[in-house]
DNA sequence: TAGATTGTTAATCGATTAACAATC
DNA sequence: TAGATTGTTAATCGATTAACAATC
């Protein structure tokens, strides 16, 4: 095990090679080599070895890597080995897809609450969830220690919801809304903007 | 203008700016320095300087940037100065929410066909549009010359579907589904996964 | 003119690749 | 043993930062 600072860009590519051995599992492969994992991910077999002996000797020489093992250590690295309650922020349509999203099982997630500031959604249910007052956000998140949360607001309300949820505890944020956000350095963001996404393909077309 | 090859990782950053930029001409700001709009973003004020300046040079000393010019520029870097018609193949949640969502307009997209392979979502409507059947990707892409497609199809698919719109003419995949593609490489993808996302971030709490 | 800020160069820093001894 | 593949080192490649002359 290795106690230096690991480059950011290097655990950004661990979730991949996390999904990408999940996958091999769930076919019955038991074994996989760098080479065979970074034809599936689209990364040098070199880079993969470099990747993941930073964190120990996962592999063997001559057979490459058991991926159940690798799966465990991966998990334990990247502490997805625990499921994480997520709060969710907007209840729009794309909080309802995210709260009927099935993706988050198995990987180390799970949503346990839903809010909205629009005060005519507040008490509407989604699925099995009932959506709650904005205003609730700091009660419910700190007696509840919740430390994630998805914003599927508008761009207009999302820095200041940010802001409410860093206070409430918040130390990671999944933002949906098309804004860069601002926040203290020991939180993390991870956005997701679709026309942004869109917009880095085009200029190849 | 510059003709030499423009990293990657420097077309990645653009639509953050595009995107800031935007929002400062919506509140009504003339002007901005590489200071301040790296300050909005969170990236140095000489990588935004070094980044523009790729493509030619659209300051002015002791002012900055005019918004308005500076948009349009990028805006053309990234070939959003038109629309681009896009495909979206999947009509489950997220497929919903991405036919409903209003932040393709004025940032250079517009979905004009969803397609599903489910024979009995064929044919319901999802606001203005009627699910067409994922048979017809090739003959309808192909006419229509569309070269976007957003994949919101369940993972065990994803990939015939992403070889049938390649092979339909698509040049650019904004991939939901939870699998990395193989393409080749005149074809672009984007990964949106909320869990990978949200493991990105997990390792830091 | 004085102050501000660009565009660019050179220096630094960091990431990727190639190669191979070690070893299963 | 022979073949395969790891973990690691050194070399290469690329990206970021610092600094400043140019100039608005």
Redesign the pocket.
């Known amino acids: 095990m290795?106690a230096e600072k690991i480059?950011?860009?290097?655990i950004g590519?661990l979730p991949v090679y996390l999904r990408a051995l999940q996958r091999m599992a769930d076919n019955g492969i038991k074994t996989?080599?760098?080479?065979?994992?970074g034809e599936h991910v689209g990364?040098?077999?070199?880079?993969?070895?470099?990747?993941?002996?930073?964190f120990?000797?996962?592999?063997?020489?001559?057979?490459?890597?058991s991926i159940a093992y690798l799966l465990d250590k991966l998990r334990e690295i990247l502490k997805v080995d625990r499921i994480w309650d997520v709060a969710l922020v907007g209840a729009g349509d794309m909080g309802h897809a995210l709260a009927r999203y099935q993706g988050f099982t198995n990987r180390g997630f799970r949503i346990v609450a839903i809010f909205d500031s629009d005060k005519t959604k507040v008490g509407q249910k989604i699925d099995e969830f009932v959506v709650e007052d904005a205003e609730k956000i700091p009660e419910r998140l700190k007696s509840a220690g919740v430390k994630i949360a998805m914003l599927t607001v508008p761009a207009t309300s999302a820095q200041s919801v940010a802001d409410k949820l860093i206070q409430a505890g918040v130390k990671a944020i999944l933002n949906y809304a098309p804004i860069s956000l601002n926040v203290p350095n020991n939180v993390k963001v991870q956005y997701i903007d679709p026309s942004t996404h869109l917009q880095r393909m085009t200029y190849y077309l």
């Not at 120990?56 to 890597?65: L, M, P, R, V, W």
């Open positions: 290795n480059p950011d860009i290097i590519r996989t080599s760098s080479q065979e994992l990364i040098s077999a070199a880079q993969i070895r470099k990747d993941i002996s930073q120990g000797e996962f592999g063997k020489q001559g057979t490459g890597y």
